[in-house]
């Protein structure tokens, strides 16, 4: 009777062996805090990311918030389990927030536009700005150092004197505008889309041929600065991924580029955020391209 309590009490642990070691947790590095987009990106997601995730063995999902790009850059170099991530491609501009992108851990690319726009009751025209010797002071986002050069480029080809205020986030930025505090501003689509809901104007697109949806033209069209096209990127990432794992999850995006997430379309929608490079579109190395050149246009 002794013998088969322990052979029983051994087939238990041994179960209980085996749900702990296959029941692997899936975790969502962000490099930013809960209340930004990149979280509601992932939040819309989740319930894909969960189905294709038990598919593959990894039976559950953990959100873990980094705050800001830095330490979300030592949460992934530290990370020991399977992991995905979202990555503004201009961090990487910065040592200390960089993220290598490789052939095997890309998943898909992002891109979108920066505009210039002016906040509700302003009386700045698409004229006025940017005519010579234009001092007005025009809020931005991170990375710092990228925006700051990419003025002076365009204040020496344009003849005008615009002051670059640096934020943290573009959403602070708007906040700025909205309170007075900065004339105008160079944002992305989703929170100036915000700043033209409130009854403000957007002027230009550094999109190649503007953006039509809006009737905003494109800013290279009244500048000769050789930077004034130039797009915003986004990556997906993963670690710790076995290969099979690697191909669910880049099929699972590439069919919400193709619309299988109808709420991640909407979403994206509203944002003007464009899901441009995914297995179906792009293969990996062309994926590493794109975000190669966005970087060197911030350089």
């Not at 330490?71 to 290598?100: H, P, Q, Y």
């Not at 891109?111 to 906040?119: G, Q, V």
């Not at 003849?159 to 909205?178: E, F, H």
């Not at 109808?262 to 955020?273: A, R, Y």
């Amino acid at each position: 009777m002794t013998k088969l309590k322990f052979f029983i009490l051994g087939m238990i642990s041994a179960a209980l062996f085996t749900v702990t070691t296959y029941a692997e947790t899936l975790k969502i590095i962000l490099p930013a805090d809960a209340s930004g987009s990149y979280n509601t990106r992932f939040q819309i997601l989740k319930s894909e990311i969960e189905a294709t995730g038990k598919k593959v063995g990894l039976d559950n999902v953990e959100f873990v918030w980094g705050d800001n790009c830095n330490r979300g850059a030592n949460l992934v170099s530290n990370e020991k389990g399977a992991m995905i991530t979202i990555w503004d491609a201009n961090f990487n501009l910065s040592e200390d927030c960089k993220l290598k992108l490789t052939k095997k851990n890309v998943i898909a690319v992002e891109n979108n536009y920066i505009r210039f726009c002016a906040p509700p009751g302003s009386n700045i025209t698409a004229e006025s700005f940017r005519a010579p010797g234009s001092s007005l002071k025009v809020g931005h986002s991170t990375p710092h150092s990228a925006y700051q050069k990419w003025f002076e480029g365009f204040n020496k080809a344009s003849g005008t004197n615009l002051i670059p205020v640096p934020y943290g986030s573009s959403g602070k930025v708007r906040r700025g505008a909205l309170a007075g505090d900065i004339d105008m501003v160079f944002i992305s689509p989703s929170n100036s889309n915000k700043l033209m809901k409130a009854g403000g104007t957007c002027f230009y697109s550094t999109g190649p041929d503007g953006e039509s949806k809006y009737g905003m033209p494109a800013l290279k069209s009244v500048t000769s600065f050789d930077k004034a096209a130039i797009n915003m990127s986004n990556f997906y990432a993963v670690k710790n991924m076995s290969k099979k794992q690697i191909k669910a999850f880049r099929q699972m995006f590439d069919d919400i580029a193709q619309g299988k997430s109808s709420e991640f379309t909407k979403w994206t929608g509203t944002k003007d955020i464009y899901l441009v490079g995914t297995i179906s579109t792009m293969s990996t190395k062309e994926m590493i391209a794109f975000i190669d050149e966005s970087i060197a246009n911030w350089k």
